[in-house]
């Protein structure tokens, strides 16, 4: 874990200056590359062992696939996030969505670079997860799109960036719903928007957290839909996989 740190805070470096920015974790003032005050980043888990091969989970067994990729239809190509979605980097994305705290996608799109830049991917479009028009009324911002942007900032890539999925229904939150609901929940919420250009195109999708999935699988079906080659996932977090079973089998 300390290797690792070392090793972030060398690439993370590279990129950018010293962010004197709050702690993710606690709120505290912090002047350097990760964003984090010591003592909230010993609570952070980076999602940097064995991952599921298609959709970036950490997997602790044996299996190249988590359960999910082994029995779903899944339509994105693959998928990636720096983070488990757990502890400092859980209450960061609340935080991010819920307390008006969009800053914090500054620091959180940097990681998000780190991941893209770690992983090789190779994209001709940058889009994020769309908010349907009601939700984004009452938040006033959509957290993915600030990560998109700023991660296009990051890279100078502004021009990569569109708008591509539109959400047409508000839906139930994910988190509230049995595995079988869930997946029938999000189906036909998502169309393509009016001004998209993904025809032959493999396009980078940007979202906050991946638990089920089940959001980034509609909107890459909508973009597989409409010609896009490859649809590659990005978030800044995805939930381990035990930790899904365990939530389910308790529903
Ligand atoms: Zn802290
Ligand atoms: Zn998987």
């Known amino acids: 874990m300390i290797r690792w740190i070392s090793d972030l805070r060398r690439r993370l470096a590279k990129v950018f200056a010293p962010v004197d920015c709050r702690c993710l974790g606690c709120g505290r003032d912090v002047f350097d590359e990760l964003g984090f005050c010591p003592d909230c980043l010993k609570r952070v ?6 991952i599921c091969k298609r959709c970036g989970v950490a997997l602790d067994g044996d299996e190249d696939y988590c359960g999910n990729c082994a029995f779903d239809k899944i339509y994105f190509d693959r998928a990636f996030s720096p983070f488990c979605y757990d502890g400092v980097i859980r209450e960061a994305i609340v935080a991010m969505k819920f307390n008006n705290l969009g800053a914090y996608a ?14 090789h991917l190779v994209f001709d479009v940058v889009t994020f997860a769309p908010m349907s028009k009601g939700s984004l009324k009452k938040r006033r911002y959509n957290q993915a799109q600030l990560l998109a942007e700023q991660f296009c900032d990051i890279l100078d890539i502004r021009d990569k960036l569109q708008e591509t ?10 988190e509230r719903l049995s595995r079988t609901e ?5 189906v036909g919420s998502y169309r393509l928007h009016p001004k998209a250009d ?5 396009v980078l999708l940007i979202d906050d957290v991946k638990t089920t999935g089940a959001t980034v699988n509609e ?6 839909n409409h010609g896009a080659t490859q649809v590659v996932a990005l978030t800044v977090a995805s939930r381990k996989e035990n930790f ?7 529903v």
Do not use: H, M, W
């Open 219 to 224: 909107c890459a079906k909508v973009l597989k």
């Open 165 to 174: 999925i539109v959400k047409i229904r508000d839906t139930v939150p994910q």
């Open 106 to 119: 500054d620091v959180l799109a940097r990681y998000l670079v780190f991941e893209a830049q770690r992983r």
């Open 45 to 50: 888990t980076f999602n940097n062992g064995k």
């Open 244 to 250: 899904i079973f365990e939530q389910e089998e308790s």
């Open 182 to 186: 869930r997946k029938t929940n999000l």
């Open 198 to 202: 993904v025809k032959n195109k493999s």
